[in-house]
């Protein structure tokens, strides 16, 4: 099955930047957007970021996406404790005809 | 404003099935698909299958396929999944989450449904 791949933890200390990572293939992110949603614990999955580098209403400018190839990022700067969450990328997999997503990223504000 | 609510906390017997609605409120249900997404326990998101804006024919996973049926009752606003023939493999929390096509993505998600199958 087509998945795409992240390292599972990140972390940095308030104020800082971090940037995490999305690994796919030419059936998924090569041909279609990409997406990140943000997972407070215990909860559901938040739209962060769509159309790569789109934000929804809400979502602080802090936060901002890009894409590249087969490959995406997601960048959190000037980190802050809110943001301790679990971060997935997604995006639309024409093999399975359907959206895929990544492991999840989970960030630690150290 | 928009707003999925999922039905409550499942626990079921190896075998059994389960059936989860998602009302939805806000929007017209058939303005928008709706597709189902699972996370087991230390698990990546798994989507499952959706169903058309419009009511159009529901299309799933092939992991799914055959154990999973989506429907939608548009008078009452409502979607369903039932998962039968069920493991303790399907102990997952489960979600429903509209499809916005203008942004190829999930834009709304219900609260989730902890279904549990004890081993």
């Known amino acids: 099955q087509s998945i795409l791949t992240q390292p599972p933890s990140a972390s940095g200390t308030p104020g800082q930047r971090v940037t995490i990572s999305c690994s796919g293939s030419?059936?998924?992110?090569?041909?279609?957007?990409v997406n990140w949603y943000q997972q407070l614990p215990g909860t559901a999955p938040k739209l962060l970021m769509y159309?790569?580098?789109q934000r929804p209403s809400g979502v602080p400018d802090r936060f901002s996406g890009s894409k590249s190839g087969t490959s995406a990022s997601l960048a959190i700067s000037g980190l802050q404790s809110e943001d301790e969450a679990d971060y997935y990328c997604?995006?639309?997999?024409?093999?399975?005809?359907?959206?895929?997503f990544g492991g999840g990223t989970q960030l630690t504000v150290l | 404003q928009v707003q999925l609510v999922q039905s409550g906390a499942e626990v079921k017997k190896p075998g059994a099935s389960v059936k989860v609605s998602c009302k939805a409120s806000?929007?017209?249900?058939?303005?928008?698909?709706m597709h189902w997404v699972r996370q087991a326990p230390g698990q990546r998101l798994e989507w499952m299958g959706w169903?058309?804006?419009?009511?159009?024919?529901?299309k799933y996973s092939q992991k799914f396929q055959g154990r999973v049926t989506i429907t939608s009752d548009t008078s009452a606003s409502t979607v369903y999944m039932d998962l039968n023939s069920l493991t303790s493999e399907d102990t997952a929390v489960y979600y429903c989450?509209?499809?916005?096509?203008?942004?190829?993505?999930?834009?709304?998600w219900g609260q989730g449904t902890q279904v549990t199958v004890p081993s």
């Open positions: 989450a509209r499809w916005y096509r203008g942004w190829s993505s999930f834009d709304y």
């Open positions: 806000g929007y017209i249900l058939t303005d928008h698909s």
């Open positions: 169903i058309g804006a419009g009511n159009v024919n529901p």
């Open positions: 030419s059936s998924n992110i090569g041909i279609n957007v």
């Open positions: 159309s790569n580098s």
């Open positions: 997604a995006s639309w997999d024409a093999s399975l005809n359907g959206p895929v």
